[in-house]
């Protein structure tokens, strides 16, 4: 079955950086984007930017330009988000999800219909 | 950047109930608009995408319209494995933000 699994919780301290892997199965990983959304303690979702796995393209959310950089390996099906230079408010549950798409004769339409677990990252001194 | 509003941000309701949650964009979206749901501890679902196609092995009580600047998620009949949190997320432009959340909780 169609699945993105995750690396574990990861502890760092201000300052480090991180690196969250996401391991596709199931289907043509080529075929489709990875997408990073994640969710502080509490609160609601905030979409990071996405990366085509097909040519490498990504966009990225403003707010972490310079600070983020996605990359897949298609030898290995395999998605990865780094976040450098870590605060305390990067503290969060961090999340891969296959962007679909539905294509029609003038438009495509994006979506995130396969999501994976989420890694915890913890962001303390 | 393009703002999502939900309203209400909570709501309480009984299984059986017809509920509707709104999704309002600070400017026009067309139909780029999707809804998911999250459940406690997990990874959220995607329930409508393009505002009202029904993902895949998602129950038809579910139902979503709207375009433009205004969208409502409508659930027929609640059943107890509904009450969970809703997020609306537009695809029009980048950043695709999302909704602040709806928490529908047991009346």
């Known amino acids: 079955q169609v699945q993105l699994v995750q690396s574990g919780a990861e502890v760092k301290k201000p300052g480090a950086s991180v690196k969250v892997s996401c391991k596709a199965s199931g289907y043509t990983f080529t075929r489709y984007g990875i997408s990073w959304v994640r969710q502080a303690p509490g609160q609601g979702l905030e979409w990071m930017g996405w990366?085509?796995?097909?040519?490498?393209?990504?966009n990225y959310a403003q707010k972490l330009q310079g600070r983020v950089t996605m990359t897949t390996d298609t030898s290995t099906s395999t998605a990865y988000m780094e976040l450098r230079s870590l605060r305390s408010d990067d503290t969060a549950v961090y999340y891969c999800?296959?962007?679909?798409?539905?294509?029609?004769?003038?438009?495509?339409?994006?979506?995130?219909?396969?999501w994976g677990k989420g890694t915890t990252v913890t962001v303390s001194s | 950047d393009i703002q999502m509003t939900q309203s209400p941000s909570s709501l309480s309701a009984s299984v059986g109930d017809r509920v509707t949650i709104t999704c309002r964009a600070s400017q026009s979206i067309s139909n780029y608009l999707n809804w998911y749901q999250q459940k406690p501890g997990k990874a959220p679902k995607l329930l409508i995408y393009a505002a009202s196609s029904l993902q895949s092995g998602v129950p038809s009580r579910f139902s979503g319209s709207g375009s433009g600047t205004d969208f409502t998620l409508t659930i027929s009949s609640l059943q107890p494995e509904d009450f969970a949190t809703y997020y609306c997320?537009?695809?029009?432009?980048?950043?695709?933000?999302f909704g602040q959340g709806t928490k529908l909780e047991i009346k």
């Open positions: 999800a296959r962007r679909g798409e539905m294509a029609t004769s003038s438009y495509y339409y994006y979506y995130m219909d396969v």
């Open positions: 997320q537009q695809s029009y432009s980048p950043p695709y933000t």
């Open positions: 990366i085509s796995a097909y040519n490498g393209n990504t």
